[in-house]
């Protein structure tokens, strides 16, 4: 399993959607904190993004469940950054293969 960070860009113009889609997108990341294929997940807090950390097999296994995203199906994210991360000190250390 490999531990990646996610960075969300949000579309500038996407504050209603997000909001519409909020309550589908956490129960969507719940879901996956649940299954432990989500470690953790945040806004930013000027509100132009977000912050996920996921462990996963691989990024193609990453890439699919971004797809699912209620987020990525309504066209609120602008962009996407993805790296595999390897947490050294903290709490996430115990995740890092």
């Known amino acids: 399993m490999t531990v990646f960070a996610v960075e969300y860009v949000y579309a500038a113009d996407s ?9 589908a997108h ?9 299954d432990g ?3 953790t997940s945040g806004p930013y807090g000027d509100g132009a ?10 990024e193609t296994r990453l890439n ?3 797809k699912r995203d209620p987020f990525a199906e309504a066209g609120t994210i ?3 950054r993805t790296t595999e991360w390897t947490p050294v ?5 115990q995740h890092a293969s």
């Open 15 to 23: 504050t209603a959607a997000r909001d519409e889609h909020r309550p």
């Open 26 to 34: 956490r129960a969507w990341l719940a879901g996956l904190a649940d």
């Open 37 to 39: 294929q989500l470690l």
């Open 49 to 58: 993004g977000a912050l996920l950390i996921f462990k996963v097999e691989d």
């Open 64 to 66: 699919d469940l971004l």
């Open 78 to 80: 602008a962009g996407i």
């Open 89 to 93: 000190i903290g709490i996430l250390a």
